[in-house]
Every structure is written in C-alpha cells, then in structure tokens.
T-cell receptor, first 111, second 117 residues
Framework: SQQGEEDPQALSIQEGENATMNCSYKTSINNLQWYRQNSGRGLVHLILIRSNEREKHSGRLRVTLDTSKKSSSLLITASRAADTASYFCATAQTGANNLFFGTGTRLTVIP | DTGVSQDPRHKITKRGQNVTFRCDPISEHNRLYWYRQTLGQGPEFLTYFQNEAQLEKSRLLSDRFSAERPKGSFSTLEIQRTEQGDSAMYLC???????????????FGPGTRLTVT
C-alpha cells in the first residue's frame, strides 16, 4: 500500500512560475526523498532530506521537512516546460530497507 | 552507460503464460530492489536483495512470483500463470550499502511494462 499522500494530484502552471507540491506520511523516518518520473520512464532521484534536517536546496529545488506534522514540501522555482513530469515523495522508514512512495503529483508546465 | 538496465522494455503475454524479466544493476551496488507500479500510482515494493540473498519480500509478492539474484549481480523476476491484474510497470532499482544500514538514494532502471491479455 502507498505510505504517503501527495497534494495536489495534478498541477498545471505557466513556464516561469513556481510549483509547490506537498507530501504527508505516516511513520517514523530516517529520510525523505523526492523523485521525478517522465511519462512511461523510470524514476530519477532529485533530492534527499534527513529526518534531522528542516530545509534543503538543490539548484531550483527547495525541500522542507516537518517531522512533527509528518509532512514535506517540494518547491520548484522558475519552472520550465522540461519540468513536466510526475513527482513522487518516498520515505525511508526506520528499520526498513525499501522506500515507500506516495501517490504522486502530475506537474504540467505550459510554455 | 553504467546505469540500471532492464530487459525487455515491453512484454505482452496471454493470461496463464509465464514471463521473466531481467535487471542489471549498477555494478558496484550490492542492494537490488523490485517495485511494481500501476497507472496513476507510485511504485510499490516487491522484494529486496543484499548481494545474492533475498532479505525481504512484500505480501504483494504472491506464490506466482519468484525473484533471484544468483551471483549477486543481475536479477530476474519471474511471474508464473500470469493474470490480467499483473499488468503493470515492473521497476528495478539498485543502491550501495552504507555503514549505517539506512536506505538512501536508489537508482532506477527504465522499467518493463507488462500487459497481460
């Protein structure tokens, strides 16, 4: 079963705008990761934030983590048409060897 | 290209047939995972290998599913007596092992899309 829920399920924005997507999870985690998936392809790792971190940046990506609320957000700034994809959060739970993925947010960036 | 590769990329089979998928992980990675993804959903964990040892299996992995990693390198996932509900994308991922034992970034292959008619 999916461990995380993402919000919104779909998001459509104009090129240049910022995109924010949220993830909620249920259990204690070691870290939380965000992945991107282009249609019909494999997943690509974007960024990882550890449970003792609150915010992390990588290029145009900014991730926040609130372990008290069991939630995370991914912000993509100055979006591009090439950012069009599905974005998934994945949690590395304490004591587990695999990742638990959310249901994903489908982002469409309109040129 | 030294990424994770999967073969075949697409497989169409008739219900009741057996199918086998192959995954070649990044060579220095000793952890290998199989996930299943259905349309509109995130990947769901199936099974995990540490070198050649299969250490964990999801309850999603019914008796009709079997996975091997005979020499700790490539892995195969076999589905026997396929059912229409097996139609999905089957994803393989690999990662190195860290001293902490925690799960970090996983590197995914392009997936094998299975269609059972």
């Amino acid at each position: 079963s999916q461990q995380g829920e993402e919000d919104p399920q779909a998001l459509s924005i104009q090129e240049g705008e910022n995109a924010t997507m949220n993830c909620s999870y249920k259990t204690s985690i070691n870290n939380l990761q965000w992945y991107r998936q282009n249609s019909g392809r494999g997943l690509v790792h974007l960024i990882l934030i550890r449970s003792n971190e609150r915010e992390k940046h990588s290029g145009r990506l900014r991730v926040t983590l609130d372990t008290s609320k069991k939630s995370s957000s991914l912000l993509i700034t100055a979006s591009r048409a090439a950012d069009t994809a599905s974005y998934f959060c994945a949690t590395a739970q304490t004591g587990a060897n695999n990742l638990f993925f959310g249901t994903g947010t489908r982002l469409t960036v309109i040129p | 290209d030294t990424g994770v590769s999967q073969d075949p990329r697409h497989k169409i089979t008739k219900r009741g047939q057996n199918v086998t998928f192959r995954c070649d992980p990044i060579s220095e990675h000793n952890r290998l995972y199989w996930y299943r993804q259905t349309l509109g959903q995130g990947p769901e964990f199936l099974t995990y290998f540490q070198n050649e040892a299969q250490l964990e299996k999801s309850r999603l992995l019914s008796d009709r599913f079997s996975a091997e990693r005979p020499k700790g390198s490539f892995s195969t996932l076999e589905i026997q007596r396929t059912e229409q509900g097996d139609s999905a994308m089957y994803l393989c991922a690999s990662s190195p092992t860290f001293a902490s034992g925690a799960t970090y970034e996983q590197y995914f292959g392009p997936g094998t899309r299975l269609t059972v008619t």
